[in-house]
């Protein structure tokens, strides 16, 4: 089982330690190309059931014609257009008021965890769900950044660019269980992806800074679904993220209900801090398509923008257990 360990190695003095975290760069280096590519493919997925992503609005880029309406100043009106029929028409111009987005995924030694029950690891499902983020929010015409390692930038390859900063990065990013301390422009988004199993105080610490930044903030819970059932019987041996600790239990489904019970608690609290926020807090399993999480995600990120790109209804309930 995943869960968290009080111990930490010194990597950069501890052999053992730097060989371990060379291997983990070079297995994400190794994975990065299939996980653009699904990532990719979730994005398009999405796209496709998102109608009128754009909107009309102050700009410089042509986006549509429309009927004059009266009341309207004669300025306004396209006459090349209106010559070639019996109504006047307008040249509205697309909106272009882009907003930043700092997206994080967790890729700690927790987020590593897939039991039997799923075919992916959390950290996987984590860089996945951020990088198809970052596809549908670039193609929207939003700015996005990982947080501590890019500026914001809304490049058609602003994906792959995010994708070689973590490359490059992985060793020291694979450390951290919780965000980068950044200096977030106001009104700026945070996007993060985690299992969020640190103590509810690191938790709360981190996201309350984000918050009185000004920053509006977006929590995506990613749990292997053995973390959220506790399936097991019988003897079971369980271990810490690195392997130090390991603990046997006689009777595993002896545990399940107060296992359940302090799971449910920290859910609770982390959803006190975001809802005092205003911010949203989503929970996602590993064995549940990845578009399911993400299409509620930009569905959130629409309503918590009066004017954001992605038109359509949102529900923004406390809790989506997908």
Do not use: C
């Not at 029929?85 to 987005?101: I, K, Y």
């Amino acid at each position: 089982m995943a869960g968290r360990s009080g111990l930490h190695s010194n990597a950069t003095s501890d052999r053992p330690g730097v060989l371990k975290l060379e291997r983990e760069a070079v297995s994400l280096v190794d994975r990065m190309p299939e996980l653009l590519m699904e990532a990719d493919r979730i994005a398009a997925t999405v796209a496709h059931g998102i109608h009128g992503r754009r909107r009309a609005g102050p700009g410089e880029t042509f986006w549509q014609f429309r009927q004059y309406q009266q009341g309207e100043g004669a300025h306004l009106v396209d006459w090349r257009r209106s010559a070639s029929s019996d109504h006047l028409f307008v040249r509205e111009r697309e909106w272009e008021a882009a907003h930043t987005l700092y997206l994080w995924p967790n890729l700690s030694q927790s987020m590593d965890f897939k039991s039997h029950l799923s075919g992916t690891t959390k950290a996987d499902r984590a860089l996945v769900l951020m990088l198809a983020s970052a596809e549908l929010l670039v193609r929207g015409g939003e700015r996005v950044a990982l947080l501590g390692l890019t500026t914001p930038t809304a490049s058609r390859r602003a994906t792959q660019k995010l994708a070689e900063a973590l490359v490059m990065n992985s060793d020291t990013h694979a450390a951290q269980s919780e965000p980068p301390a950044q200096r977030l422009t106001r009104f700026s988004t945070v996007l993060l992806f985690s299992d969020f199993l640190d103590p509810i105080e690191k938790i709360r610490e981190t996201i309350e800074a984000m918050g009185a930044a000004g920053a509006n903030g977006h929590l995506v819970q990613i749990l292997d679904p053995a973390e959220e059932t506790l399936p097991y019987q019988g003897r079971t041996e369980f271990l810490s993220p690195d392997g130090s600790q390991r603990w046997i239990a006689d009777r595993a489904e002896s545990l399940r209900e107060r296992y359940r019970a302090r799971l449910l608690a920290h859910r609770a609290a982390i959803q006190e801090v975001t809802h005092r926020l205003g911010w949203s807090f989503l929970v996602h399993h590993t064995d549940r398509p990845a578009s399911e999480p993400l299409l509620s995600l930009l569905m959130r990120l629409q309503g918590s923008h009066g004017g954001y790109r992605w038109m359509g209804s949102s529900s923004d309930v406390t809790e989506h257990t997908a």
